[in-house]
């Protein structure tokens, strides 16, 4: 039987920016990754609200949004946008 001190869950949370084009601006964003175990989360603060991105079973990064019924379609383009940019940056 394993008691509390053999059991070690970590948790790192990393800090980062990214900047998008949107509408022929470029907008930056800032973000954090955090990292748990074998997985991992990045969490993107888009005009106000967080948007939860996570691996899918096929390893491709869904978005997670709380309240999606108050989404306006600027922030569904971001989070699509964003979405991509972070797919591409993890791939690379």
Do not use: C, W
């Not at 800032?30 to 990045?42: E, K, P, T």
């Amino acid at each position: 039987m394993h008691t509390a001190q053999d059991l070690q869950f970590r948790l790192t949370m990393e800090t980062f920016d990214i900047t998008v084009e949107y509408r022929g601006e470029l907008r930056p964003f800032h973000g954090r990754l955090d990292s748990y175990g074998f997985s991992y989360r990045i969490i993107v603060e888009i005009d106000g609200r967080e948007v939860i991105f996570e691996p899918d079973e096929e390893r491709n990064l869904r978005a997670v949004l709380l309240n999606p019924e108050r989404s306006d379609h600027r922030l569904k383009d971001l989070v699509r946008i964003i979405g991509d940019e972070l797919q591409k940056r993890l791939s690379s």
